[in-house]
């Protein structure tokens, strides 16, 4: 029997603040009730007769697809909607498309640039909106990295996380509020310019001492990463600030994830994994990494016992179908 909170039916997520800390572990709780269901065979209807938008204005291969599947898989639809198929932004006002999806879908999914898009989506669809990457914010990326935890490490709590690279970035972002949520102690291992902003900081630290945990930032790596027992990367590079390649290479080359710096950790023959949301620079079979010579990870760090990324990435979709049935799915009713 699966079980979660009314509380979430008919809400959006905006960023990870949109829920309660109660919330969001649940919502972690769900999807691993929903992966051990499919794992089992049983395929639901749950979101049967629900039908998902899924506008993206920048590129996606997990979070498209577990969008896609986690619907079909409960009975539902997705519709893959990219800017160059509709009017949105162009022709047609924000507002307006919010307005005629909301009229036809019974949610929306949106990847894209601004976070006022998405915010404004929510805010005129009159329907669930979810945030699948703003320039600002990564929020579903974070529920499917700590189910990961969960169920490598059996709990959350007493956990620290170490994010090494672009401080700044959306994952990052996100990643940092969410350990403050989740009872996880955050270090940032970055250097000064890609430090979090002043901001996204102050509000993580705010949570994260109501909830015992710390969050502090680093600019040595070697010594930000002790006693760490995940260590977390990203692309130096986001989607949309390519003309920042050079400059960002030199700047992050000594935040490299390698097996020094997992050495670094003290818990090399303990509790430690590697995370990574995913693309990931890691070899040298990508056109990018074939002209910059620039990877965030070394193959061996990607390839060994301790990284957990493909796991990660099933669990975009597991974390993703339990946002789309908390919100769209009446519990009452099943
Ligand atoms: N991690 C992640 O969001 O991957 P995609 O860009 O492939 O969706
Ligand atoms: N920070 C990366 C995440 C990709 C999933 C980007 O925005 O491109």
Redo the contacts with the bound molecule.
Sequence with gaps: MLNWMDSLYGRSLMRLTSFTDEEMLNLIDLAGQLKARRHAGVRGDLLKRKNIALIFE?????????SIIAARDEGGGAEYLTRPDIHFGKKESVKDTARVLGRIYDGILF?GFSQQTCEDLAKYSGVPVWN??TDDY?P??VF?DFLTIKETFGSLEGVTLAYVGDGRNN?ANSVMMGCAKCKINYVCCCPKELEPDPKVLAEAREVAERNGVTIKVFNDPIEGVKGANVLYTDVWVS?GEESKTAERIKMLRPYQINMDLMRATGNIDGKLMFLH???AFHDYNTEVTKESGALEVTDEVFESKYSKVFDE?EN?MHTIKALFVSALCDRKSV
């Design positions: 920048k590129s996606s291969t997990r979070t498209r697809n577990s990847r699948g990457l990564h579903t990326q499917a994952v989607m949301c995913l693309p990435s975009r």
